[in-house]
């Protein structure tokens, strides 16, 4: 069943345009529970109260304020942020395009598929021009109330926009330090390298399913029809750091045997 | 009402996510699980004007509006409108896979093979249970390889598939998207594109050459509304306008608009958790060498919070902020 399109915008590629509907490209089927009152099985909800006097406050009437310095903030007029929110647009500006790939995915937040919006023409050729060069888009948008910046990306003559996430959310590995220790022995370094051969693979995202999410419903479906759900429990497994080799030589061994039966 | 679920137990982002093992063959690598992305923007506090004083948020029970504790809430799953199953987290552990406290890596694949689109967010994996030679080995041999380790396993009542990842020495765990989860252009109902008029295709790529550079400047990425709001509240608190001071009991964190009045820093809490395991049973010299490092990067790691302070205040920012900035456009 085709989805709906979430926005309308109009991708800005210099002085060219490009009429674009967006349509998410993920679909999480995830299990959502709801909180529960426990003695009534109502639903519970959230209210806001002052710190002070306990008093139930409604959310109109709450002030924003930003904390400066331990024990300080300012307060902020609703009139205030107002004025800091982003203008609506239906502009999609490419500020510049860079080698694809050259955006870590690290950056990732969330893709959506792009949809020609009329216009098929403009939308076919900035897809491929953009294959042929192999270059991606760094673009930039305000939607429902929101600035975005993100990867434009043109794959098999589709244009995909991939929200990024802003330079502050992301931890650069870079800046840590790793953990250090007594040189490591090559003999082990090699076993686990052959370890890591033998358990090579293609990847093939396909053959993995959340089965998790099926256990957990057949739980509730158990339940609902008064029966007793079964109780497992799980002891975990633990290698001595003396042990390592043992474990590298004997996991190596298991699998030559494994290999040859 | 979707995130509900999640409010009861909001990581602090100081506590791992989650602990337990990695496993490749018969070699067990114990590691804590922190999150490698931080919430974006400042959060602003909820304040009652009158009384100036913070607010909290309560849960009660929607029939009654009787306030609740923690202990007389549980989960319900609606098998129809209205109408719930209640589900324990007994119950929701109890199903889990045998190896739930387990990351068992049976496939090894090359990490260029991975598809960007699958990764959903990244975690930081320190070695935990006092040493780190194991933790070592499997970063090493997985950098020296340049493969990835993929497995799936339950977090907080979910299934993730995720890939295992070694850079810097430091293991990293990418949860991905599951196959069913993504979308094809067909699923979406893009029809075929038409082949597109070469003069058309020719405009683009002129275009396209016009406005490349070389390096993503990922300042780009800066939050511009951050930004503006930390300027508004620099102005603001030079004139004295409606500044106030905090209550005391509300200094501590808890409900009040979502974040805590003071932010601890992640990279901190990483670090040190990095440099913990192993060095601890060393000769006293190393512990020493630990410890300064981690101050350093204590001090070259200012959170969102004390850089955006130290802005509005006037102080140039750390160095580091902006290599932080730069650092995801390098290339693999």
Known sequence: ?261 | MADEDDDLEQPAGLRPFWSGTITFGLVTVPVALFTATRPRGVSLRMIEPETQSTIQRRYVCSKDEEPLDNDDIVRGYEIEKGKFVVVTDYELSAIEPRKSREIDLRLFVDRDEIDPMYFERAYFLVPAGGTNKAYRLLAEAMQRTKQAGIATFVMRAKEYLVAILAENGILRAETLRFADDLRSPEDVGLDDIPKPAGADVKKFEEQIARHTKKQVDLHDLLDDYTEQLEKLVAQKEKKGDHVIGMPEESSGGGGAGGGGAEVVDLLQVLSRSLGEAGAVRKSPKKTTTTAKRSSGTKRASSTKRTSSAKRASGTKRAPTTKARKTAGAKKR
């Open chain 1, 1 to 261: 069943m085709a989805a709906r399109a979430i926005w309308k915008g109009i991708v800005h590629v210099g002085t060219l345009q490009v009429p674009v509907k967006l349509y998410s490209a993920v679909q999480d089927h995830s299990i959502r529970f709801r909180l529960l009152h426990k003695t009534d099985h109502a639903p519970v909800k959230q209210q806001l109260v002052s710190s002070v006097s306990g008093d139930v406050v409604t959310y109109e009437s709450v002030r924003k304020a930003f904390p400066i310095a331990r024990g300080r903030m300012v307060m902020l007029a609703a009139e205030e942020l107002e004025k800091l929110t982003p203008e609506e647009s239906r502009d999609i500006e490419v500020a510049r395009f860079v080698d694809s790939g050259a955006i870590d995915h690290r950056w990732y937040e969330r893709a959506y598929y792009l949809g020609p919006d009329g216009n098929e023409r403009a939308y076919a050729a900035a897809a491929e021009a953009m294959e042929k060069k192999q270059k991606e888009g760094l673009a930039k948008w305000v939607m429902r109330g929101k600035s975005y910046v993100g990867a434009l990306r043109a794959e098999d003559g589709y244009l995909m926009l991939i929200a990024l996430r802003h330079a502050e959310e992301v931890i650069d590995a870079a800046a840590l330090t790793p953990p250090t220790g007594r040189p490591l022995a090559e003999r082990e370094l090699e076993m686990a390298e052959q370890l890591l051969s033998a358990l090579h693979g293609a990847f093939d995202p396909a053959q993995f399913h959340d089965e998790y999410r099926a256990r957990v419903i057949d739980l509730v479906e158990t339940k609902a029809a008064g029966k007793k759900p079964k109780i497992a429990k799980f002891q975990p497994r633990k290698t001595k750091e003396d042990q390592i080799t043992d474990a590298l030589e004997a996991s190596l061994a298991g699998m030559k045997r494994k290999a040859r039966g």
